[in-house]
């Protein structure tokens, strides 16, 4: 729920800061731009692996954008959020925190053969799930790296993964749910 959520959120801010840059011609490079936020929010009755938990969301987060003189923008976030989750029915709580960098462009690289690579790379600790004991459950640590290659329609045509680290969870929600069932289910 807390990456769906995140992702809508930064799709909804990457497609508005899109659009201002192309009603902007490039003449120079621009002073970053840089938004932080403080995250604050309580979510109650969410459905979380067949319980119903309710979910307090506390951290930071900065994301910069960077306009290079060609009109390319590349963008870095850096945060630190953790979401307490409660379980409704027994009052058992998890914690899920994510502390890490992300950095990608708009870019992109354009190959020999017309396709175009863009590359997103997170480094940090992407998730980690854990007790009020602080028993790790679930983590997914290190370098990750997401490689798309897109035609001139702009069509995924392939996509590579690069990992460092351990990355147990890496978006599979079955391991997400055996660890949050253990600790609070």
């Known amino acids: 729920m807390k990456r769906s959520v995140y992702v809508v959120a930064l799709t909804g801010l990457m497609t508005l800061v899109a659009g201002l840059l192309t009603a902007t011609p490039a003449v120079a490079a621009t002073p970053p731009q840089v938004i932080h936020t403080k995250v604050n929010v309580t979510l109650t009755g969410i459905d979380q692996c067949g319980f119903t938990v309710n979910s307090v969301i506390t951290g930071t987060d900065t994301f910069k954008i960077t306009i290079d003189a060609s009109g390319t923008a590349s963008y870095q976030e850096e945060s630190h959020v953790v979401s307490t989750l409660t379980n409704v029915a027994n009052g058992k709580v998890v914690y899920v925190d ?22 997103d790379t997170l480094t940090g600790r992407d998730t980690r799930i854990y007790t009020s004991h602080s ?10 790296a997401i490689i798309d290659t897109v035609d001139s329609d702009g069509n995924l045509l392939s996509q590579q993964l690069l990992v460092h680290g351990p990355h147990e969870y890496a978006g599979d929600d079955t391991a997400k749910c055996d660890a949050m069932t253990a600790a609070i289910g």
């Open 98 to 119: 994510s502390a890490g960098r992300n950095a990608f462009s708009d870019g992109g690289v354009l190959n020999p053969d017309g396709t175009t690579t863009f590359t």
């Open 135 to 144: 028993s790790v459950l679930l983590k997914d640590v290190g370098y990750l």
